[in-house]
Structure formats: C-alpha cells, structure tokens
T-cell receptor, first 114, second 113 residues
Framework: GDSVTQMEGPVTLSEEAFLTINCTYT??????LFWYVQYPGEGLQLLLK?????DKGSNKGFEATYRKETTSFHLEKGSVQVSDSAVYFC?????????????FGPGTRLSVLP | EAGVAQSPRYKIIEKRQSVAFWCNPI?????LYWYQQILGQGPKLLIQ????????DSQLPKDRFSAERLKGVDSTLKIQPAKLEDSAVYLC???????????FGDGTRLSIL
C-alpha cells in the first residue's frame, strides 16, 4: 500500500544551522508530494509541494525536490530560526481504486535553540 | 479568506458515550476531509467528501463512526459509542478539488475517560 516514512525526531539544532529532514515514500502510480508544518497550538499548514518528478517546491527558505529514482522528498533549509520550531509532516496524494488517497508520515519534531 | 472552522476545540467524554464534531470548510471548497491524529502520529484519513457525496470512507470504522455533509458545505463527524482508543485530535480539511492542497482547521481534541 501507499506509505510515507520520515526520519525520527526530535531534531534539535542551533539557530542558523542547516536542516535536513528525510522523507521517502511508497506509492502505486505517480503521487504528488507535500510538506506540511504544525506550529505549537496551531493546525497543519501546507509548507510546499511538488507534483511531478524533478519538481522543486520552495517556501519560507525551505526546499524539497521530488526524486522519483530514490522515491524521496527530503526537506532542507540552509539556516534555521527559532521560529521554525514545529512538527513537520511529509505527505503524498495518489489516485487509487477509491479515488484520491492521502497518506501522512508520522511527523518530525524540530526544536531550534537560540 | 476565512479558514476551516471546527468546533468544539476540546471535548472530554466517558467511554461508551456519543460525541459529534462540526466542520465548516473554506467557502467554495468542494472537497472535505476528516482525519484522525493520534498523539505522536501523522493524520490518518477517515473520510473524504466531494460536495455532498462520499468519495472514500475505506478507513472509517463504520461500526461506530459516521459522517455526513448533507448540503455539500458543513460536515459533522459522530462517534457512537466512543472507546478509549478514540482519544485523538480530529482534523477537518478542505480543498478546491481532490489532489489540490488541503487547508486544515485547528482540530478538535477528544479525550475519552
């Protein structure tokens, strides 16, 4: 079945450090890929997306490239800030027998220290 | 634009009781989703509506969970009777169509005693 695997957290970084959160997926068909972010006490927000192979999604300094050959969609940011502390979810959307299937990874908690 | 509205924000009930959650999606969004997010896990899709029709309810525990979107706008999710393992945050999301980015509400945190 369709699935998303993320690196386990929590991830703790100092401000201005480089961030990578790994995400790999398994899907039948050709999924769209997403990163969602959940700040403390808030709902999930779409951070970025990519709909086909080699697409790069970017937003707020975060980037992720859809790599079909490695079935990956790793999230990166060159210099994190304290305000980036949140839980990050990798997700996919793919058409299946029932319609459109949405699968979220378990989330990776990021803490950025000043 | 106004976001996805959910109520109540918190709910505490005893096991075997019934509970209902309400969701008002973003205006114009045809697709509505209900997710269950257990602590420490990612959201799990329970049911997806396209207007007032069910697109996918394959992961909805139909013996106790039900959902409706009668007029194709607001939606309610009901649990009857609740079990301890139903303790979770119930998220509602909406989008213009399937495969479009989803906009999430703040969720309803359900605690079962």
């Amino acid at each position: 079945g369709d699935s998303v695997t993320q690196m386990e957290g929590p991830v703790t970084l100092s401000e201005e450090a480089f961030l990578t959160i790994n995400c790999t997926y398994t899907a039948t068909g050709y999924p769209s890929l997403f990163w969602y972010v959940q700040y403390p006490g808030e709902g999930l927000q779409l951070l970025l997306k990519a709909t086909k192979a080699d697409d790069k999604g970017s937003n707020k300094g975060f980037e992720a490239t859809y790599r079909k050959e490695t079935t990956s969609f790793h999230l990166e940011k060159g210099s994190v800030q304290v305000s980036d502390s949140a839980v990050y979810f990798c997700a996919l959307s793919v058409r299946d027998n029932y319609g459109q299937n949405f699968v979220f990874g378990p989330g990776t908690r990021l803490s950025v220290l000043p | 634009e106004a976001g996805v509205a959910q109520s109540p924000r918190y709910k505490i009930i005893e096991k075997r009781q019934s509970v209902a959650f309400w969701c008002n999606p973003i205006s114009g969004h045809a697709t509505l989703y209900w997710y269950q997010q257990i602590l420490g896990q990612g959201p799990k899709l329970l049911i997806q509506f396209q207007n007032n029709g069910v697109v996918d309810d394959s992961q909805l525990p139909k013996d106790r969970f039900s959902a409706e979107r009668l007029k194709g706008v607001d939606s309610t999710l009901k649990i009857q009777p609740a079990k301890l393992e139903d303790s979770a945050v119930y998220l509602c999301a909406s989008s213009f169509g399937s495969n479009q980015p989803q906009h999430f509400g703040d969720g309803t945190r359900l605690s079962i005693l």
